[in-house]
């Protein structure tokens, strides 16, 4: 299945044209740089490093934060394709993924957690210590995630 794969067009195009590689791969920096850049700085806001930003600034964020997954799924997707034999077998990869899925749910977890705890601006309103369990949580798997899709380029 996997080899199949990498003969379809889309996996072709990445890893033999010109551009099809550096296009997808800027695509999910980018998509990288939305989805963990809004949910790291979200939680690094639940935590309390940022006092002057409300954490109900990040309510409408979460929108975002689901675009530039997407973006970082589709392109992943590409890039995947045009090596899958080699990436399914690939430890960091599979921990990357794995990080990957956690981290998405935690932010969908969080974000729920915010709705209900903060709402739509009240100040007065303080964080649980379990919504900022969640986001040290969160925070470990997105850094992982990003250590480990670094890996892959040198572990096999």
């Not at 379809?8 to 195009?13: C, G, I, K, R, V």
């Not at 960091?92 to 998405?104: E, H, S, T």
């Not at 992982?144 to 096999?156: H, N, Q, S, T, V």
Request: charged share 10%; aromatic share 10%.
């Amino acid at each position: 299945m996997f080899a199949t794969l990498e003969t379809t067009e889309l996996a072709t195009w990445v890893a033999v044209s010109l551009w099809g590689y550096p296009i997808m791969l800027s695509l999910h920096v980018v998509g990288l740089a939305v989805v963990v850049g809004i949910f790291s700085m979200r939680d690094l806001c639940l935590l309390g490093l940022f006092p002057g930003i409300k954490p109900s600034a990040f309510l409408g964020l979460g929108k975002l934060g689901w675009v530039g997954f997407i973006v970082n799924a589709l392109s992943g997707f590409a890039l995947f394709a045009s090596q899958a034999t080699v990436f399914v077998d690939s430890i960091p990869f599979l921990v990357k993924i794995a990080c990957i899925a956690a981290g998405m749910v935690l932010a969908g977890v969080i974000q729920s957690r915010l709705r209900a705890e903060v709402g739509l601006g009240d100040s007065s309103a303080t964080i649980s210590k379990s919504t900022k369990t969640i986001a040290v949580i969160s925070l470990l798997l997105w850094l992982a995630a990003i250590i480990a899709g670094r890996l892959i380029a040198y572990i096999f």
